[in-house]
T-cell receptor, first 115, second 115 residues
Framework: NAGVMQNPRHLVRRRGQEARLRCSPM?????VYWYRQLPEEGLKFMVY????????ESGMPKERFSAEFPKEGPSILRIQQVVRGDSAAYFC?????????????FGPGTRLTVL | SQQGEEDPQALSIQEGENATMNCSYK?????LQWYRQNSGRGLVHLIL?????REKHSGRLRVTLDTSKKSSSLLITASRAADTASYFC???????????????FGQGTRLTINP
């Protein structure tokens, strides 16, 4: 039973380029969450999605960031025109239900470095 | 603003000793969870304690929750070198849409077990 998969594990982009981060949830999980972790800090919530729906994007920057979770395929976190401040580890988590007691299972993360 | 605050920020003990980490939070919660993160890796779920529970055990882990003080503690008994990691508490926080469950993380405690 594969866990949450994220790719790439490491991504290097130059300022102004686009970054695409992919997340495949655990089998049977239909809820996906994206978090960002800056060095030496805890994780900060970005967005919560179900299949074809954005449920809560209160943690997403207003510009350049977008997320989707299509009916088929992985969830994508897209960062346009990256800047150095976007350098961070981006974690995806999934859960089977939205009930309050459900645990979120985390992927290994994508470490984005913006040069 | 951060919901959870871990204390201490860093802890260094000898192998075999017990390690205690504390977490405080600000708002009412449904559950509190503890996660471990090894350097440069993803998060591993350790234990979840519900708001109506006061104590929970899992192997060498013991978690307490005091909702009146809005605090939790994680005790690791008979520590091992492999326990060296960062430990985060995470509280669920109802999002804008009922049923949404984003996790709010503290800054973490960096635990070092010296052999």
């Amino acid at each position: 039973n594969a866990g949450v998969m994220q790719n790439p594990r490491h991504l290097v982009r130059r300022r102004g380029q686009e970054a695409r981060l992919r997340c495949s949830p655990m089998k049977g999980h239909s809820h996906v969450y994206w978090y960002r972790q800056l060095p030496e800090e805890g994780l900060k919530f970005m967005v919560y999605l179900q299949k074809e729906n954005i449920i809560d994007e209160s943690g997403m920057p207003k510009e350049r960031f977008s997320a989707e979770f299509p009916k088929e395929g992985p969830s994508i976190l897209r960062i346009q025109q990256v800047v150095r401040g976007d350098s961070a580890a981006y974690f995806c988590a999934s859960s089977p239900l939205a009930a309050p007691s459900n645990t979120q299972y985390f992927g290994p993360g994508t470490r984005l470095t913006v040069l | 603003s951060q919901q959870g605050e871990e204390d201490p920020q860093a802890l260094s003990i000898q192998e075999g000793e017990n390690a205690t980490m504390n977490c405080s939070y600000k708002t009412s919660i449904n559950n509190l969870q503890w996660y471990r993160q090894n350097s440069g890796r993803g998060l591993v779920h350790l234990i979840l304690i519900r708001s109506n529970e006061r104590e929970k055990h899992s192997g060498r882990l013991r978690v307490t929750l005091d909702t009146s003080k809005k605090s939790s503690s994680l005790l690791i008994t008979a520590s091992r070198a492999a326990d060296t990691a960062s430990y985060f508490c995470a509280t669920d926080s109802m999002g804008l849409i009922q049923g949404a469950q984003k996790l709010v993380f503290g800054q973490g405690t960096r635990l070092t077990i010296n052999p």
